[in-house]
């Protein structure tokens, strides 16, 4: 933002008014108007402001409230829910979502309704490849994003050197641990070639719409994946996984210390394909050697960074793990040259750039 447009009057809606992400707005709007040290304001009803910054969470069944506000406003969506092919979920979120107070009226397509509130606003931000050209074909005014996530964790590694026990870690939502599935067949062949632990950073529990609903503990979902390669109690048993309960301290100094740092995910699911690169993006900067799923995203950086780091089949996954254990020299070359690329076009002053684009637009009369 420009120092003429420094009185520029900009509110935002947090995320916890419609949903739970604690940490969401710390990581965008909250961040840059921190960086750049200018006032941000809590929507009032009552104010009028030039901006006014929804959450990802917003209910979109509130549409009359875009229409009748003249402030320009900015939408985000993170969620790739314009591919749910789900006849069911689809179905059920916006019910769901209207009895849990998260909107103001029930939906019982939620596609179409979101489909109605994206282009009824004066720019959608996303943070994809797919959902760009997504919500390209709905309103013409979108722009992607990336989040802040240069602060976050402050360890990077710092030796590479080959370990006689490999360490592979994995971090993320309890209702994403059904991820790893793919890693129960290719951990018992590694089992035969090296020795290695598996650890999972990650919840106790993960239920649906912050936890209104029945509770599904991750313990027995990573044991119904790994089966007799998790062992719950590690004094009599031999266990190749270990549960972590995630710790803003400990899950970075672990994962950063590792040899290994696995994104998988399911690519026949048209959801995941419009997934952000923000955990790439974070593992990265932490300097670890990283191997992922083939997302649109995750191929975009490997493209253009030069490294070669994605997975698209078991045979895959099973190379290219054994390659980087095997070549600690090569899983340092590579993890160097991504962490340059990722601190060069996905820095604080890259971040900051965004904001500063947006908040030039002018709403059309």
Same mark, same amino acid.
């Given at each position: 933002?420009?120092?003429?447009?420094?009185?520029?009057?900009?509110?935002?809606?947090?995320?916890?008014?419609?949903?739970?992400?604690?940490?969401?707005?710390?990581?965008?709007?909250?961040?840059?108007?921190?960086?750049?040290?200018?006032?941000?304001?809590?929507?009032?009803?009552?104010?009028?402001?030039?901006?006014?910054?929804?959450?990802?969470?917003?209910?979109?069944?509130?549409?009359?409230?875009?229409?009748?506000?003249?402030?320009?406003?900015?939408?985000?969506?993170?969620?790739?829910?314009?591919?749910?092919?789900?006849?069911?979920?689809?179905?059920?979120?916006?019910?769901?979502?209207?009895?849990?107070?998260?909107?103001?009226?029930?939906?019982?397509?939620?596609?179409?309704?979101?489909?109605?509130?994206?282009?009824?606003?004066?720019?959608?931000?996303?943070?994809?490849?797919? +959902?760009?050209?997504?919500?390209?074909? @709905?309103? %013409?005014?979108?722009? &992607?994003?990336?989040?802040? /996530? !240069? #602060?976050? =964790?402050?360890?990077?590694?710092?030796?590479?050197?080959?370990?006689?026990?490999?360490?592979?870690?994995?971090?993320?939502?309890?209702?994403?641990?059904? +991820?790893?599935?793919?890693?129960?067949? @290719?951990? %018992?062949?590694?089992? &035969?070639?090296?020795?290695? /632990? !598996? #650890?999972? =950073?990650?919840?106790?529990?993960?239920?649906?719409?912050?936890?209104?609903?029945?509770?599904?503990?991750?313990?027995?979902?990573?044991?119904?994946?790994?089966?007799?390669?998790?062992?719950?109690?590690?004094?009599?048993?031999?266990?190749?996984?270990?549960?972590?309960?995630?710790?803003?301290?400990?899950?970075?100094?672990?994962?950063?210390?590792?040899?290994?740092?696995?994104?998988?995910?399911?690519?026949?699911?048209?959801?995941?394909?419009?997934?952000?690169?923000?955990?790439?993006?974070?593992?990265?900067?932490?300097?670890?050697?990283?191997?992922?799923?083939?997302?649109?995203?995750?191929?975009?950086?490997?493209?253009?960074?030069?490294?070669?780091?994605?997975?698209?089949?078991?045979?895959?996954?099973?190379?290219?793990?054994?390659?980087?254990?095997?070549?600690?020299?090569?899983?340092?070359?590579?993890?160097?040259?991504?962490?340059?690329?990722?601190?060069?076009?996905?820095?604080?002053?890259?971040?900051?750039?965004?904001?500063?684009?947006?908040?030039?637009?002018?709403?059309?009369?």
């Amino acid at each position: 933002m420009n120092n003429k447009n420094k009185n520029i009057k900009i509110a935002y809606i947090p995320y916890e008014k419609f949903g739970t992400n604690l940490t969401f707005d710390k990581r965008n709007i909250l961040l840059y108007a921190k960086i750049k040290k200018i006032r941000l304001y809590k929507f009032n009803q009552k104010e009028k402001y030039d901006y006014i910054i929804l959450p990802p969470s917003f209910d979109i069944t509130q549409v009359d409230f875009i229409k009748k506000r003249g402030e320009f406003i900015i939408g985000q969506l993170v969620d790739n829910y314009l591919e749910e092919k789900n006849f069911i979920k689809n179905y059920l979120r916006g019910v769901i979502k209207f009895f849990l107070g998260q909107q103001k009226k029930i939906s019982f397509n939620y596609n179409n309704d979101l489909r109605n509130y994206l282009s009824n606003l004066d720019l959608v931000v996303c943070h994809s490849d797919v +959902q760009y050209r997504n919500i390209k074909k @709905i309103n %013409k005014k979108v722009f &992607k994003f990336f989040e802040g /996530n !240069f #602060h976050v =964790f402050n360890k990077k590694k710092k030796s590479y050197k080959k370990n006689n026990l490999k360490i592979l870690t994995w971090e993320g939502r309890a209702e994403n641990i059904d +991820q790893l599935n793919i890693f129960y067949d @290719i951990f %018992k062949y590694l089992n &035969k070639k090296i020795n290695f /632990n !598996f #650890h999972i =950073f990650t919840d106790y529990y993960y239920s649906s719409f912050g936890g209104k609903f029945i509770k599904i503990n991750s313990l027995k979902i990573i044991k119904k994946i790994f089966k007799e390669l998790f062992e719950l109690n590690t004094t009599f048993k031999k266990s190749f996984i270990f549960f972590n309960q995630w710790n803003l301290k400990l899950t970075p100094s672990i994962i950063s210390q590792s040899d290994l740092f696995l994104i998988p995910h399911k690519t026949n699911n048209e959801f995941n394909l419009g997934r952000s690169p923000s955990k790439l993006i974070l593992a990265i900067r932490m300097g670890v050697p990283v191997l992922t799923s083939d997302l649109p995203s995750y191929k975009s950086i490997s493209k253009l960074s030069g490294v070669d780091f994605c997975c698209s089949s078991k045979s895959q996954w099973k190379n290219k793990i054994l390659k980087y254990l095997d070549n600690p020299n090569l899983a340092k070359k590579n993890s160097l040259k991504l962490y340059n690329y990722v601190n060069k076009y996905y820095g604080k002053k890259s971040f900051l750039k965004q904001y500063d684009y947006i908040f030039s637009l002018k709403k059309k009369i």
